[in-house]
């Protein structure tokens, strides 16, 4: 897959230059034993590829994985990572001081703190799905909408399945955790259908759908890895290095919009 071999080696940088100048980091030592969490494999590649942005450009990142917008920056771009957990913007703060062309910020999705059109092109690789509250996702993909100049490109991957429904988990996962199931389990994540995602894109007027493509590795070993998580994550590199992407059927929805 195209692109892996670049996050990886970025990753891995980052881990090691954090441990040898500042000295130990949980998050470093992640950077290094698992470069790519297995399931960003067919999404963190295709997001690269697709937004390609030209050196100089500014590009909008809403609570992908940071690998993704630190990438971007040894690119060129300017990038800016906004993400509502504060742990988080921390870390990659430390991680990437040396990184020329990224900052990381605390902010919401929902509500961004940005002028209309003052960015190239925006990118939020498996987020919209956890934004609570009803229409949290539409709203958040319509902040990214605005901030983008007319003509940008915004590149979004979501869980894809053949009905789509609400996940729910015993604990709650992020800030905003949302409305409770009649167990009183916390919101997770939905999935989507085709009439799911039709319905989203029909919320933002704004975006021209320019590319759809539901993809998957096989073997696919996205339920084991959820059920058990995050016992299989070290396995990430192993995982990767033997599955192959398998385009036209999996878990995972690719779009790339333009800004019209």
Known sequence: MRGYGELYRTSVVLGARH???????????????????????VE???A????????????????????LAVTLARRGAQVTAVDQLSSEVDAWRALAADVPGVEFVVGDGRSLPYPDTSFDHAASISVLEH????????????????????????????????RSRVEYRKGAAYVDHGERDAAGRA?????????????????????ELVERSVTGLRPNLSAAYTRT????????????????????????????????
């Open 19 to 41: 441990l040898r100048r500042r000295g130990y980091a949980r998050e470093a030592v992640i950077r290094i034993v698992v470069p790519l969490d297995p399931s960003r494999y």
């Open 44 to 46: 963190l590649p295709w």
């Open 48 to 67: 690269l590829e697709r937004l390609a942005p030209l050196p100089g450009e500014t590009v909008l990142d809403l609570a992908s994985p940071k690998l």
């Open 131 to 162: 934004v609570a509250g009803e229409g949290g996702d539409a709203a958040a993909l319509r902040e990214l909408a605005r901030c983008v100049r007319p003509g940008g490109r915004v590149a979004i991957t979501l869980p894809y399945a053949p």
């Open 187 to 207: 919101f997770f994540q939905r999935w989507y259908d085709d009439d799911a995602l039709g319905a989203l894109q029909a919320a933002v007027s704004e975006l």
């Open 229 to 260: 998580f995050p016992l299989l994550v070290p396995l990430g590199p192993l995982f990767g290095a033997l599955a192959r992407e398998r385009q036209g059927e999996g878990d995972v929805v690719r779009l790339l919009f333009r800004r019209r």
